[in-house]
């Protein structure tokens, strides 16, 4: 089993400023690697697939980077509404897919 | 516009049985990758179980044997038939459509199962 190990567990910023959450895998998953967004009540969005590429409608100060085992989600200047959960999700060993177990994003 | 609407939770007993159905619109089922994602209190998400479009079906392990994926080409849903079910099956469960990338590109709003006796 593929494990995903997201860091860091918390992360408290302010507005404007940049984000920066890990997703580190406990072996290769190529860039078979998705986020998502999740705000308190509400279903998961997905932000990035095959680890850099954005879904419709995900603003650019959303980027994905990394392959292999180290992944990096970056949110360039904070906004408001983008203080929430985020979770990497890793499809490799298809047919079965694992999650991380999350980074919460706090405001400052 | 793709919509998928979760329902059939509620409080069940240890042991008991439920059947989650997710009503899908504005996409074919059976022409696509589906899966069940579930959340338990408070907690991150778990992949639960998914069919593809062949029919094939998977299930996570804390699943296996007790859980069964299916779906009603006739009525466009989804459905998850959980027997047996424990304490630790407490969660929201989502359905989820599958992108040609593998990632769970479109998501319903949950339905809540609360097993407790």
């Known amino acids: 089993e593929i494990v995903l190990t997201q860091s860091p567990a918390t992360l408290s910023l302010s507005p404007g400023e940049r984000a920066t959450l890990s997703c580190r895998a406990s072996?290769?998953?190529?860039?078979?690697l998705a986020w998502y967004q999740q705000k308190p009540g509400q279903a998961p969005r997905l932000l990035i697939y095959d680890a850099s590429n954005r879904a419709t409608g995900i603003p650019a100060r959303f980027s994905g980077s990394g392959s292999g085992t180290d992944f990096t989600l970056t949110i360039s200047s904070l906004e408001p509404e983008d203080f929430a959960v985020y979770y990497c999700q890793q499809r490799s060993n298809w047919p079965l897919f694992t999650f991380g177990q999350g980074t919460r994003l706090e405001i400052k | 516009e793709v919509q998928l609407v979760e329902s059939g939770g509620g409080l069940i007993q240890p042991g008991g049985s439920l059947r989650l159905s997710c009503a899908a619109s504005?996409?074919?089922?059976?022409?696509?990758?589906m899966s069940w994602v579930r959340q338990a209190p408070g907690k991150g998400l778990e992949w639960v179980s998914v069919i593809y479009s062949g029919g094939s079906t998977y299930y996570a392990d804390s699943v296996k044997g007790r859980f069964t994926i299916s779906r009603d080409n006739s009525k466009n849903t989804l459905y998850l038939q959980m027997n047996s079910l424990r304490a630790e099956d407490t969660a929201v469960y989502y359905c989820?459509?599958?992108?040609?990338?593998?990632?769970?590109?479109?998501w319903g709003q949950g339905t809540l199962v609360t097993v407790s006796s």
């Open positions: 072996q290769s998953v190529s860039s078979y």
């Open positions: 504005g996409f074919t089922v059976s022409s696509n990758y």
């Open positions: 989820a459509v599958i992108s040609s990338s593998w990632a769970f590109d479109y």
